[in-house]
C-alpha cells in the first residue's frame, strides 16, 4: 500500500487500518524503510527549516532567534539518527512488556504498534515549518496516545480490558528513556537552540 494512503487511513480510519497492518507480513528492515525513516524525516526537516529560515521570537527577552543553518542541518541529522533509535527501544519495551499484560511476544508486532501510534506526531511535524505552531503538535501526541491504546490489543494480543494499564506502562517506560535520550543528546552539545548564534534584539 502507497505511504500517504497508509498514513491517511491510520489517521482518519484507525480501527480499520489496525486489521489490514496486523494482517501484513513484515519485518523490521521492511518497517524501518517503508513506513518509519521516510516519517521520521518530516519533523526534523521541518523544525530545520522552520527555524533556520523563519525562527522563533523569545518572549522573556523579546528578540528573534534563528538557528544558523549548518546547525539545524547536524541537529536534524541527530535528531533523526535518535529518532530511529528511540523508535526500536520503544518497540523493544511493548515487546517486553507484552507477557505482563497477557499478550504475545512478537517484535515486528511490537514495531508496528510504535510507528502505528507515532504517526500523528511525525505528520504533525510539518507545523515545525512556522514555529509559533509547534504547540499544535501536542494534540498529534494525544492522538497518538489513543492510537497506542487501539494498537496494543490488536497487535500484541493482549485483552481488551488490560489495554489501558498497558498504554501507561509504555508511556511512562518511554517518557524514562526520552529522558535519558535528551540528557545524552544535551551532554554531547546539541540544545533546541543550537545556541545564541543567530539571535538578533
Not at 490489543?153 to 535528551?182: E, N, R
Request: with cysteine; hydrophobic share 55%; glycine share 10%.
Amino acid at each position: 500500500m502507497a505511504l500517504v494512503e497508509r498514513v491517511k487511513n491510520t489517521l482518519l480510519s484507525p480501527r480499520s487500518e489496525l486489521q489490514v497492518i496486523d494482517a501484513e507480513p513484515a519485518t523490521v528492515a521492511s518497517l524501518y524503510s517503508g513506513y518509519i525513516a521516510p516519517l521520521a524525516l518530516i519533523p526534523v526537516i521541518c523544525q530545520a527549516i522552520g527555524s533556520s529560515l523563519i525562527g522563533v521570537t523569545i518572549p522573556i527577552v523579546g528578540g528573534h532567534y534563528r538557528v544558523p543553518i549548518g546547525t539545524a542541518i547536524v541537529h536534524a541529522v541527530v535528531f533523526y539518527v535518535m529518532t530511529l533509535i528511540f523508535v526500536y527501544i520503544g518497540a523493544f519495551i511493548v515487546d517486553a512488556l507484552a507477557p505482563t499484560f497477557s499478550g504475545t511476544k512478537n517484535m515486528v508486532q511490537a514495531l508496528k504498534v510504535i510507528a502505528f501510534s507515532a504517526t500523528p506526531g511525525w505528520v504533525a511535524g510539518i507545523f515545525s515549518l512556522i514555529p509559533a505552531l509547534g504547540i499544535l503538535g501536542l494534540l498529534a501526541l494525544l492522538y497518538g496516545l489513543y492510537l497506542l491504546y487501539l494498537a496494543l490489543p490488536v497487535f500484541m494480543k493482549s485483552p481488551v480490558d488490560k489495554a489501558a494499564g498497558y498504554t501507561v506502562v509504555v508511556l511512562i517506560a518511554c517518557v524514562i528513556v526520552g529522558v535519558i535520550l535528551g540528557v545524552v543528546i544535551s551532554a554531547l552539545g546539541f540544545t533546541a537552540m543550537g545556541g545564541m548564534g543567530g539571535y538578533r534584539p
